[in-house]
């Protein structure tokens, strides 16, 4: 089983910066396209970044220009750099395949990791 762990999380003022992180305990790391997501209270999970393994990356509308999405291969670390954060960013954070890419995401999510944007 594929065990995801998530870290990097906090409490930070609007217009701050975090930078996440998640470790995939996964063979061939490499030949995965990763995904971060985010789930909010009352809200469904949604797919905000990902990158392939060549390193292309896309982001939902709301977050381009802001969030930067990151993997070091040698490592089985997937980052996402949040900068100019936005009380609307809160939630919890995970990480795992990205399900745009292949209809699914390994079953087993990580604890997540809370980012909350307040002042």
């Known amino acids: 089983q594929v065990q995801l762990v998530e870290s990097g999380g906090g409490l930070v003022q609007p217009g701050g910066s975090l930078r996440l992180s998640c470790s995939a305990s996964v063979t061939m790391f490499d030949i995965y396209a990763m995904g971060w997501y985010r789930q909010a209270p009352g809200k469904q999970r949604e797919l905000v970044a990902s990158i392939t393994s060549a390193h292309t990356t896309k982001y939902t509308d709301s977050v381009k220009g802001r969030f930067t999405i990151s993997r070091d291969n040698a490592k089985n670390t997937v980052y996402l750099q949040m900068d100019s954060l936005k009380p609307e960013d809160t939630a919890v954070y995970h990480c795992?395949?990205?399900?745009?890419?292949?209809?699914?995401?390994?079953?087993?999510w990580g604890q997540g990791t809370q980012v909350t944007v307040s002042f």
């Open positions: 795992n395949l990205d399900r745009a890419a292949y209809g699914r995401t390994w079953p087993n």
